[in-house]
T-cell receptor, first 116, second 111 residues
Framework: NAGVTQTPKFRVLKTGQSMTLLCAQD?????MYWYRQDPGMGLRLIHY???????AKGEVPDGYNVSRLKKQNFLLGLESAAPSQTSVYFC???FGGGPLHANEQFFGPGTRLTVL | GENVEQHPSTLSVQEGDSAVIKCTYS??????FPWYKQELGKRPQLIID?????GEKKDQRIAVTLNKTAKHFSLHITETQPEDSAVYFC??????????FGKGTRLSVIA
């Protein structure tokens, strides 16, 4: 099993450009999450999904959109990138059964995004 | 919403000594408290978790304690080794709402 994978691993954008980050998991997990990690700020939740076709806002959703058309994939989009979106982005997934969000999250390897 | 505070932000210990990292949370409904370890350039990985019906949990050299009354929980690492050097994150969740992470503690174990 590959677990949680993310593409691309690195990307450099110019201000105003758009891009989509792809997260894929092969563990049949219901819940998926997108975080951003900035120095000294920990992991901050951008958006999450509790099942195919559902999405919800997290702590820092502005400037991002997401889609979960298939259970195994969770896409994060930046419509018009800004320098403030320079960060490392992590995707994660969890089973979602029983205690719902209160289960181990499995993280992808991360995407390092720089916006010039 | 939930707010998780984590201290200290950096911690240096001599190899073989113990390390303690503390977190406080604000939502008394939180009932799940995991700890994640992130080595440099790697993804976060769960090292131990505790649920609110348990006061303490141990796994070899690591342990977590929970004080529901005071709304704080702590990570204890004994007999630290250089491979324990990493950033550690605490988090809290109610189950119905997603995890909220602390800002992290950078632990350095000096040989």
């Amino acid at each position: 099993n590959a677990g949680v994978t993310q593409t691309p691993k690195f990307r450099v954008l110019k201000t105003g450009q758009s891009m989509t980050l792809l997260c894929a998991q092969d563990m049949n997990h219901e819940y998926m999450y997108w975080y951003r990690q900035d120095p000294g700020m920990g992991l901050r939740l951008i958006h999450y999904s509790v099942g195919e076709g559902t999405t919800a806002k997290g702590e820092v959703p502005d400037g991002y959109n997401v889609s979960r058309l298939k259970k195994q994939n969770f896409l994060l989009g930046l419509e018009s990138a800004a320098p403030s979106q320079t960060s490392v982005y992590f995707c994660a997934s969890t089973f979602g059964g029983g205690p719902l969000h209160a289960n181990e999250q499995f993280f992808g390897p991360g995407t390092r995004l720089t916006v010039l | 919403g939930e707010n998780v505070e984590q201290h200290p932000s950096t911690l240096s210990v001599q190899e073989g000594d113990s390390a303690v990292i503390k977190c406080t949370y604000s939502d008394s409904a939180s009932n799940y408290f995991p700890w994640y370890k992130q080595e440099l350039g790697k993804r976060p990985q769960l090292i131990i978790d505790i649920r609110s019906n348990v006061g303490e949990k141990k796994d070899q050299r690591i342990a977590v304690t929970l004080n529901k009354t005071a709304k704080h929980f702590s990570l204890h690492i004994t007999e630290t080794q250089p491979e324990d050097s990493a950033v550690y994150f605490c988090a809290a969740a109610t189950g119905n709402t997603p995890l909220v992470f602390g800002k992290g503690t950078r632990l350095s174990v000096i040989a």
